[in-house]
């Protein structure tokens, strides 16, 4: 499984984002799919994910700002990130899971300025 995250940037506080995420090398419908990251010096931590039967679980910190979904056509999970704020700032990882395997994308920086 190999996933390739695309999206990061800079983008001033209250801008939107939008990361991506495309799979290739698995049957994508079969996976759970989400997004996490990790903030300058700080441990990863759980964004967003989406589980294979649709269950979505967010961190109470992006609750109503951000928004994950999936094109299972294009294997591709989708973080819409709005009202982004300083704190938002980090390198962001997408996760693919299926059963007990894990697999993760190379991270793609986002840098929010105030």
């Known amino acids: 499984v190999q996933l390739q995250a695309s999206g990061g940037g800079l983008v001033q506080s209250g801008g939107p984002l939008r990361l991506s995420c495309a799979a290739s090398?698995?049957?994508?419908?079969?996976?759970?799919m989400g997004w996490y990251r990790q903030p300058p010096g700080k441990q990863r931590e759980l964004v967003a994910f989406r589980t294979s039967n649709t269950m979505l679980n967010y961190s109470d910190s992006v609750k109503g700002r951000f928004t994950i979904s999936r094109d299972t056509a294009k294997k591709t999970v989708y973080l819409q990130m709005n009202s982004l704020k300083p704190e938002d700032t980090a390198v962001y990882y997408c996760?693919?899971?299926?059963?007990?395997?894990?697999?993760w994308g190379q991270g793609t920086l986002v840098t929010v300025s105030s």
């Open positions: 996760k693919a899971v299926l059963g007990s395997s894990e697999y």
């Open positions: 090398g698995t049957r994508f419908s079969m996976h759970g």
